[in-house]
């Protein structure tokens, strides 16, 4: 697991592929749970917050792209005006 300032320094494929090795680190827990073969609820816990974070981040690099397309259109029509 990373830390969120690792997270946020990956570049979108990393966190891609973060996300689907947490998933399937969810699932096993999830299974081991149900079949008694893990005790530690708090794994699932962290695993599901884990998640949350990475899915947070992807969030972000999605919002910060729309913005700068936003700005870029933004400039061109200001441009287009003149």
């Known amino acids: 697991m990373f830390s969120i300032q690792e997270l946020r320094s990956s570049t979108k494929k990393e966190l ?12 096993k827990i999830r299974i081991n749970l149900r079949t008694k073969h893990e005790k530690n609820t708090s794994k699932a816990q962290m695993t599901k917050r884990y998640l949350a974070q990475i899915l947070t981040v992807l969030n972000e690099i999605k919002e910060e792209v729309k913005a700068e397309k ?13």
């Open 16 to 27: 891609l592929l973060e996300l689907a090795k947490a998933r399937k680190d969810m699932l």
């Open 70 to 82: 936003i700005v870029t259109e933004t400039k061109t029509l200001k441009k287009k005006k003149q």
